[in-house]
């Protein structure tokens, strides 16, 4: 059980382009996910957390207006990074949690602005 | 000081070793402890989740909580190379919620070598 499925695990833009990046929980419905990044050889740094039906909240430091997070079902929330440049590329990584549950993570996305 | 420290290595050993991974953390308010296992360029799997001090056994892995003294350690036990990847120590205050907030330590490199 417990699983978090992510979309795409891939993804290269040009630079000022938009991406949206999915998350989804398969086996279970999460009124929280949360949205993290990993820069290479760091560790997982938490971003934001999205709330089902209600706004998201960002760590301190991390533009709202440059990462969009929709949370529009139980099973979805979604990461858009708005017009994207080079220091954006990062491993994406999304994660929710069943109940009390530990976290479960998707296997991540990419990105690469060029 | 940093909330968690872990020494990121990398750590090499033969196959068949026992290994062991270590955390240390200066919030005392930190109840609940997970290990998780990255493979490059993927999502962090959950290997152990504990929350009380003492041992927990999984097969090969073991984890241990020192609440008292504020470390975390895991144990492999006969390594395999398919064991080779970055170990991370998470933890948090809560389970669960909104405001379920794990923070990471850096991440341990490990390598066993056939």
């Known amino acids: 059980g417990a699983v978090v499925s992510q979309h795409p695990s891939r993804v290269i833009c040009k630079s000022g382009t938009s991406v949206k990046i999915e998350c989804r929980s398969l086996d279970f419905q999460a009124t929280t996910m949360f949205w993290y990044r990993q820069f290479p050889k760091q560790s997982l740094m938490l971003m934001a957390t999205?709330?089902?039906?209600?706004?998201?909240?960002?760590e301190q430091g991390v533009e709202k207006d440059k990462f969009l997070i929709n949370h529009a079902s139980l099973t979805l929330s979604t990461l858009t990074v708005t017009s994207a440049h080079p220091e954006d590329s990062s491993f994406y990584i999304c994660?929710?949690?069943?109940?009390?549950?530990?976290?479960?993570f998707g296997n991540g996305t990419r990105l690469t602005v060029t | 000081q940093k909330e968690v420290e872990q020494d990121p290595g990398p750590l090499s050993v033969p196959e068949g070793a026992i290994v062991s991974l270590n955390c240390t953390y200066s919030n005392s308010a930190f109840q609940y402890f997970m290990w998780y296992r990255q493979y490059s360029r993927k999502g962090p799997e959950l290997l152990m989740y504990?929350?009380?001090?003492g041992n927990k056994e999984d097969g090969r892995f073991t984890a241990q909580v020192d609440k008292s003294s504020k470390y975390i350690s895991l144990f492999i036990r006969d390594s395999q190379p398919s064991d080779s990847a970055t170990y991370l120590c998470a933890m948090s205050q809560i389970s669960g919620g909104s405001n379920y907030k794990l923070t990471f330590g850096k991440g341990t490199l490990l390598t066993v070598n056939p």
């Open positions: 994660s929710a949690s069943e109940s009390d549950s530990p976290l479960h």
């Open positions: 504990t929350y009380s001090s």
């Open positions: 999205s709330n089902e039906g209600s706004k998201a909240t960002y």
